[in-house]
C-alpha cells in the first residue's frame, strides 16, 4: 500500500501516518526519488488491508492510498511512477542516457587492466567492469586476484575517471568491495542469495543485480526488494540471459524483460549480451538489439587479446571491436529515443507469474 502525502502536508501529519501503520506491526518505508512524500507500508498487509486503507485515507495530509497488486512492493513502478535514475561518479544511469559498461571478465594484472581501461574509455566506455572475486563453475579454474585485483580496478579508474564496477561474491566481501569500487556487482549464480542481498542492501553503494540463469522476472524482482527493502534504493537489474534447451549460445538472452521490466519496475536495466551469448560474433548484433528494445545500457567483456584471456575469452571483444559496436550503440540510441519511448505507458495490465506457459 502507498500513502500520497499531499504537497502542502507538515511533517507532523506524515508522522501521524508513520506511527499509524507501525502501530498495527507493519512497516512504513519512505520512498526516495519522488517529488512529494510517498510512504510505502511493508509487512503482511492483507489482514488488515480495508481496515488500514478506511484509516489513512481520512487523515489530515493524506492525498491518496493506493493498494500495490505486485508482490514486490519497492521495486514496482505503482509504488514509484518516475524512473530511478542511478548516480555514479558524475555518471548517470537511467533516464535516458546509455551506460555502456566494459572491461575484462577477469582482471589478470595491473597491465592489462590499465591498458583495457584506457582503450574502452577512450571509445565510449562510461563505466569500467572487471572481475577480482570470479564465481566459476570448476573449482579448478582461474578464481581472480581477489583484492590485489581490486586494487588495480581502482587505479584504472582514477586514471581514466570512470567510475567502476565488480562482483561481490558473499556477505563478508561487501566491505572491502565496496571500498575499491563504485557499484557493486550480485552474479547471476548469487540472485536468490539472500544474506548477500541483505548485505548489499546495507552497504550504502549502487548495485548491479544480475538475473539468475533459472529465474523468472517475478523473482528477480522480488530479489531486488531484498535490497531496496534493506534501506539501498540504488539498484539496477541486468538480464544477461537464461538457460533453455539451446546449446548454440551459452545461455539465452531474453530481451523481452527489458520492455517488460520498464512496466513494471521504475529500475534501470541493462543488457549483458556476452555471458547471454557466449560468442564474440554475436555480442554487437545483441547489444543493438538490446538499445533498440529501450536497455538503459549494456556490459561487454573486452580483452587485448581474448585468445590468451584466463576467463571468457571467446566472448570477449577485442578493443577495436568495441570501438565499433560503442560506435553504433550510440547511432541506435540516438534513434530510439524518438521510436520506442515509454515502454511503460502502455494501456493494460501485464500478467506475469501464475500463468501456465508451455
Ligand atoms: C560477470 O559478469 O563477470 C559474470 C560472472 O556474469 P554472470 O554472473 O552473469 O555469469
Ligand atoms: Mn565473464
Request: proline fraction near 6%.
Amino acid at each position: 500500500m502507498i500513502i500520497v502525502m499531499a504537497t502542502n502536508a507538515t511533517e507532523k501529519e506524515a508522522d501521524n501516518v508513520r506511527d499509524e501503520i507501525r502501530q498495527r506491526g507493519l512497516t512504513a518505508h519512505d520512498n526516495y526519488g519522488t517529488q512529494r512524500v510517498v510512504i510505502a507500508v511493508l509487512g503482511d498487509v492483507a489482514p488488515v488491508r480495508d481496515v488500514l486503507m478506511g484509516k489513512l485515507s481520512v487523515m489530515p495530509g493524506v492525498e491518496s492510498v493506493t493498494p500495490i497488486s505486485r508482490p514486490y512492493k519497492l521495486t514496482s513502478r505503482e509504488s514509484h511512477p518516475e524512473d530511478t535514475v542511478i548516480e555514479v561518479l558524475g555518471t548517470k544511469v537511467g533516464n535516458g542516457n546509455l551506460t555502456i559498461m566494459a572491461g575484462p571478465c577477469s582482471i589478470e594484472g595491473r597491465d592489462m587492466m590499465l591498458e583495457t581501461a584506457q582503450a574502452v574509455a577512450a571509445s565510449g566506455a562510461t563505466i569500467l567492469r572487471g572481475g577480482a572475486f570470479k564465481p566459476r563453475t570448476s573449482p579448478y579454474a582461474f578464481q581472480g586476484l581477489g583484492i590485489e585485483g581490486l586494487k588495480y580496478l581502482a587505479e584504472a579508474s582514477k586514471l581514466t575517471g570512470l567510475p567502476t564496477i565488480t562482483e561481490v561474491m558473499e556477505p563478508s566481501q561487501v566491505d572491502v568491495v565496496a571500498e575499491h569500487s563504485d557499484i557493486l556487482q550480485v552474479g547471476t549464480r548469487n540472485m536468490q542469495n539472500y544474506s548477500l542481498l541483505t548485505a548489499v542492501g546495507k552497504a550504502g553503494k549502487p548495485v548491479m543485480l544480475k538475473r539468475g540463469y533459472g529465474a523468472t522476472i517475478e523473482e528477480w524482482l522480488m530479489a531486488a526488494e531484498y535490497i531496496v527493502s534493506s534501506g539501498n534504493p540504488h539498484v539496477i537489474l541486468c538480464e544477461r540471459g537464461i538457460r533453455t534447451f539451446e546449446t548454440y549460445t551459452r545461455n539465452t538472452l531474453d530481451l523481452t524483460a527489458v520492455p517488460l521490466l520498464h512496466h513494471l519496475t521504475h529500475l534501470p536495466v541493462i543488457v549483458d549480451p556476452s555471458h547471454a551469448t557466449g560468442k564474440r560474433w554475436l555480442v554487437k548484433p545483441m547489444a543493438l538489439a538490446a538499445v533498440a528494445a529501450g536497455a538503459d545500457g549494456i556490459m561487454v567483456e573486452v580483452h587485448p587479446n581474448p585468445d590468451q584471456a584466463r576467463s571468457d575469452g571467446e566472448q570477449s571483444l577485442t578493443f577495436d571491436q568495441f570501438a565499433d559496436m560503442a560506435s553504433a550503440l550510440n547511432q541506435i540510441h540516438e534513434m530510439v529515443k524518438t521510436l520506442n519511448k515509454d515502454p511503460f505507458t502502455m494501456p493494460g495490465q501485464v500478467k506475469v507469474g501464475g500463468t501456465s506457459k508451455h
